[in-house]
């Protein structure tokens, strides 16, 4: 007879096996990683609104940079 835990919507802990392939060790929740990959969006699509890529320039430096973060 085990314990049957209930949750929130967001408090799934995240696995073991999940846990490894995440690069944020402090990530223990579906709702953390939740709120870390929106946060990472809302930089991506700020950085894009500010940074200048013409599509003839052939430079994907600037975009490298920005996800090595």
Do not use: C, R
Not at 11 to 18: D, G, L, M, S, V
Not at 21 to 36: V, W, Y
Not at 57 to 62: A, E, S, T, W
Request: hydrophobic share 30%.
């Amino acid at each position: 007879m085990g314990l049957k835990l209930q949750y929130d919507d967001g408090q799934t802990p995240i696995n073991e096996e999940e846990k490894d392939g995440l690069k944020i060790n402090s990530i223990t929740t579906q709702k953390e990683l939740d709120e870390f990959e929106q946060l990472n969006i809302e930089k991506a699509v700020e950085w894009t609104i500010h940074t200048n890529l013409k599509a003839d320039q052939g430079d994907i430096k600037p975009l490298i940079n920005f996800a090595k973060g």
